[in-house]
């Protein structure tokens, strides 16, 4: 259907030039994409800052086969980071992503004032309803606090009925991020609707299972995948065709650290749906998420761990205890004070 949401995809845009990264006259808007990229976003993006006065620039490239690291060995890298590394603003639009590439830590180091939202794989259909149809302020206040409510445990337990029982301490030295969506600020910024944390790796020990997706690499899943974790590190996986696809993948980069915790998270954003777009899965409301491979610096200050990829997989309406307290129960918030504001927040 190429006129989906003809009119709404204009006011996604607006959103995102106009609020998240409050683009002013003349920055620079460099947007980035692949061949599997909607393109539709792309161009309406372009035209909201153009629009706002700003200057955009479209580098659209051939799809890599492959995330993170693994496309810097398919790209035009040289001329990609020279336009990043002067630019004001970037959107990442790529089907595989740039983050934790080569290409991303060196346009995000050497470029300060650099305002990097990552957007991988969006589509028009997501793009309005995650963009589109949620007051972005109310929802970062809520994240906002989600995130101070965990930040402020010691130890965290994850549970769902589909059998997954894993506990982990929390590592003080690490930042509890609310992933707001909001660019006004040099940085590295994700699609709002998820709080995002690394634990103390060598504290992770128990059973996953994924019942969601598992993005880039598969998306929806047909059967759960049940990891055994100890210590931070995958041990075991079990399950049907899917699981040892996955596994395969993991183990074919012969690299420790693509079997180890990158980082966990919790979805809360209300107009997400399980498609299989690696955004909005992430944020599913009670949903929680693990990644696997590179981790990134600013979960891990001063310096991350780089890895050959990277892997991330959803488990649905999970059950939340922070230090011994319920927040969630199969994904319905029930911690007092997120119960009271969640109410307030739209879904549809």
Known sequence: MIDLYDYEIGKA??????????????????????????????????????????????LRTATPLGVGRQTDLYLPVEPMRAALKHADTWVEFNKQYLLYSDSWRIAT??????????????????????????????LA???????????????????????????FENDPSHP??????????????????????????DTINGVVVFDGSIVPQIGVISQPVKVQLEK???????????????????????????????????????????????????RLWGGSQWGFGSVAAYLTPPQGTSAASHTDAISMNTSIWLDGQQVTDRGRVVHPELAKLSQTLKKG
Request: charged content about 25%; hydrophobic content about 40%.
């Open 141 to 167: 206040d809520y994240l906002e606090t989600v995130a101070r409510v965990i930040g402020e445990a010691h130890h965290v337990r994850l549970t769902t009925s589909a059998g997954e029982d894993v506990s």
């Open 13 to 58: 845009a607006d959103v995102l030039v106009g609020e998240l990264f409050k683009l002013k006259p003349d920055e620079s808007f460099v947007i980035t994409c692949d061949t599997e990229s909607d393109m539709r976003v792309v161009d309406a993006a372009a035209r909201a800052a153009f629009s706002a006065g700003a200057r955009p620039m479209v």
């Open 176 to 201: 509890v991020l609310p992933r707001t969506g909001y660019a006004d600020k040099p940085g590295t910024h994700m699609l709002s609707g998820m709080v995002a944390w690394a634990p103390a790796f």
């Open 232 to 282: 931070g590190a995958i041990t075991r996986i079990e399950g049907g065709r899917e699981a040892a696809e996955w596994e395969g993948w993991l183990r074919s980069f012969d690299d420790p650290q693509m079997l180890r915790v990158a980082h966990v998270s919790c979805g809360f954003h209300p107009g997400a749906r399980l498609t299989g777009q690696i955004g909005e899965d992430e």
């Open 109 to 138: 180091s050497e470029n300060p004032k650099l305002r990097y939202l990552c957007l991988p794989a969006m589509n028009v259909d997501v793009f309005v309803r995650l963009f589109a149809r949620v007051d972005q302020r109310q």
